[in-house]
């Protein structure tokens, strides 16, 4: 059996869709686990009314909003499944991910844990991009200074979180499982072909986080680096107003620059992604680190 991890929050406009594009996998031997954290919206209603349908889903809810990655430690925790796979409530997985990930895993022992490509649709469901990562272990080993390797929609066996550990620290969370995960000599990879697709909108995890990401991201790497990632205290990260500011203007003018570098407009693109850098330092190492990636990525491609 497989274990699909949904933690839910405040998304009644999109739960339904996830939940659907779950039940009609081709892969059936699933339990859904789906936990609730505390919406203050209809999420709850919803999920319990897809729960009296289909058997497979065991719906729960904290009762005070708990945060991502403890209320994906709970769900885990309430998982019975020998693999597990994590959904986000506002996505949607392609009808084979789950047969095809599980094929990957058995045909491939050697390997602890897989993600794939994915396709990015805005709040409409329009698709708006795609997602391409590096495929094997040796390279995306090499990238874990400049991004996560793998997308959270990794799969795996759960006695790699028995081995590991659970979720930790938000919003790095996903960066310091792999970096750990590797630490312990587990072997990565992705699957090239997209089997899933992810809504960028505003007020969910990736929108939410940015400023506080940046600087999780830089001290857990060198946690990483530096061996002592069981040591890694994330509570000292402050809040600084103005440089959130900063930061947050600077990340529009950064998507504005990636925007018209797609449409072919280098110069306005290039102003754009320049003024982003200079506003603030944050972003200026965010897109130093996106910019050494794709250098990487193109050598590999040569």
Same mark, same amino acid.
């Given at each position: 059996m497989i274990s699909v991890l949904i933690p839910a929050y405040n998304v009644e406009k999109y739960v339904a869709e996830a939940l659907d594009s779950i039940i009609k996998q081709t892969f059936n031997? =699933?339990? !859904?686990? !789906?936990?609730?954290?505390?919406?203050?919206?209809n999420t709850y209603n919803i999920c319990?009314?897809?729960?009296?349908? /289909?058997?497979?889903?065991?719906?729960?809810?904290?009762?005070?909003?708990?945060?991502?990655?403890?209320?994906?430690?709970?769900?885990?925790?309430?998982s019975i499944g020998k693999y597990i796979i994590r959904m986000d409530a506002d996505d949607i997985?392609?009808?084979?991910? =789950?047969?095809?990930?599980?094929? $990957?895993?058995?045909?491939?022992?050697?390997?602890? !844990?897989?993600?794939?490509?994915?396709? #990015?649709? %805005? @709040?409409? &469901?329009? @698709? =708006? &991009?795609?997602?391409?990562p590096l495929e094997k272990?040796? /390279?995306?080993i090499k990238t874990l200074q400049w991004a996560t390797p793998l997308l959270h929609i990794w799969m795996c066996k759960k006695n790699i979180y028995e081995k590991i550990g659970n979720y930790r620290f938000p919003p790095v969370e996903d960066y310091d499982f792999i970096l750990r995960c590797v630490s312990n000599g587990l072997v990565i990879h992705?699957?090239?072909?997209?089997? *899933?697709?992810?809504?960028?909108?505003? &007020?969910? #995890?990736?929108?939410?986080? &940015?400023?506080?990401? !940046?600087?999780?991201?830089?001290? #857990?790497?060198?946690? *990483?680096?530096?061996?002592?990632? %069981?040591?890694?205290?994330?509570?000292?990260?402050?809040?600084?107003?103005?440089?959130?500011?900063?930061?947050?203007?600077?990340?529009?003018? *950064? $998507?504005?620059? #990636?925007y018209h570098l797609k449409l072919g407009n280098k110069i306005r693109g290039g102003l754009f992604l320049l003024s982003s850098a200079i506003l603030s330092s944050y972003q200026l190492r965010y897109i130093y680190r996106r910019f050494m990636l794709q250098i990487y990525k193109k050598k590999l491609s040569q």
């Open positions: 031997d =699933i339990e !859904i686990i !789906i936990v609730d954290d505390c919406s203050t919206d319990k009314e897809y729960s009296g349908k /289909d058997n497979r889903i065991k719906l729960f809810q904290n009762n005070k909003n708990q945060g991502i990655a403890h209320t994906l430690n709970i769900a885990l925790n309430k997985s392609l009808p084979h991910r =789950i047969e095809i990930m599980y094929d $990957f895993l058995i045909k491939n022992p050697s390997i602890d !844990i897989v993600s794939s490509s994915t396709i #990015t649709i %805005d @709040e409409n &469901g329009k @698709e =708006i &991009g795609e997602y391409i272990h040796k /390279d995306l992705n699957i090239i072909n997209p089997l *899933y697709k992810v809504r960028i909108r505003n &007020g969910n #995890t990736a929108d939410s986080y &940015g400023f506080k990401q !940046i600087k999780a991201f830089e001290l #857990t790497y060198k946690a *990483y680096k530096n061996h002592r990632l %069981d040591n890694l205290n994330l509570s000292r990260i402050s809040s600084n107003n103005i440089k959130e500011k900063q930061y947050q203007f600077s990340r529009k003018l *950064y $998507f504005k620059g #990636t």
